[in-house]
């Protein structure tokens, strides 16, 4: 990220006991076009280099998230006359995306059509009772996957066998 440092506070002592004591400084810088402010402390490894800065100069940071918070590991000056660019590119992180493909979402719509095809043809075998075997379940399974896919259900209606007695 790219910073403008708008100002830095004079490094202030703080201490909680006889034993513990620090500095404290508060910069304000604009990155992006939003203006905020950041406290940094005496323990942090970039406070010297946060103290020595100036109102107008531009900074490239290097963050790293360390739990739930962004920290600053690395800040670089930008040259005199630049225009506004870091001397490298920074680092960026490839995140593989969370989002499903076209072709993975087709399979689970598939999968979800196959799984209730399999129910409805068992149902069917259920209330019928002539469904014997696992190869007729399945065909009749196969039948109600054509209908949702192809629509044209009616013709296999028109085609299949008699199979209820008169």
């Known amino acids: 990220m790219q910073i403008q440092v708008v100002s830095v506070s004079k490094p202030e002592w703080k201490e909680k006991g006889p ?3 620090w500095q404290e400084l508060t910069m304000t810088y604009s990155a992006g076009g939003k203006t905020s402010a950041k406290k940094f402390l005496s323990f942090d490894p970039i406070f010297n280099k946060i103290k020595e800065m100036e109102e107008g100069e531009q900074y490239d940071v290097t963050m790293e998230k360390e739990g739930e918070y962004w920290k600053w590991k690395e800040v670089v000056k930008l040259g005199a006359g630049s225009s506004g ?3 490298e590119a920074p680092k960026q992180v490839a995140r593989p995306s ?3 493909t ?3 979402r087709a399979q689970k719509q598939l999968y979800i059509i196959r799984q209730s095809a399999i129910n409805y043809a068992l149902d069917y075998s259920k209330a019928v009772k002539a ?3 696992k ?3 399945t065909e009749l399974a ?4 054509s209908f949702v896919l192809n629509g044209d259900a009616m013709q296999g209606i028109i085609d299949m ?3 209820i007695p008169t």
């Open 131 to 133: 469904l014997k075997s």
């Open 19 to 21: 034993k513990s004591k």
């Open 161 to 163: 066998e008699d199979d």
């Open 142 to 145: 196969q039948y109600f996957i």
């Open 135 to 137: 190869e007729e379940v």
């Open 85 to 87: 660019s870091a001397p």
């Open 102 to 104: 076209p072709e993975e």
């Open 98 to 100: 969370t989002y499903e």
